[in-house]
């Protein structure tokens, strides 16, 4: 496991919190954050890719 497929984790985790905060104070684009945070993590962790070009695979689709 490389160091992109941990922050992968990372990002995952911190994705997870800020939906769970979002639910917490109905914060819609909180929870929207936090969605986008752990797909990229999601995504960076399979694939062992840095973060920002997880991001920029995703803004291209």
């Known amino acids: 496991m ?3 497929q941990l922050k992968g984790k990372w ?3 911190k994705g997870n919190v800020k939906q769970k905060y979002g639910i917490e ?3 819609e684009e909180a929870y929207s954050e936090g969605k986008y945070d ?4 999601k995504i960076q962790e399979k694939t062992g890719k840095a973060k920002e070009d997880v ?4 803004d291209s689709w």
């Open 11 to 13: 990002n995952q985790i």
């Open 2 to 4: 490389n160091s992109d």
């Open 38 to 41: 752990e797909i990229v993590g």
């Open 55 to 58: 991001k920029k695979e995703i």
């Open 25 to 27: 104070m109905n914060d």
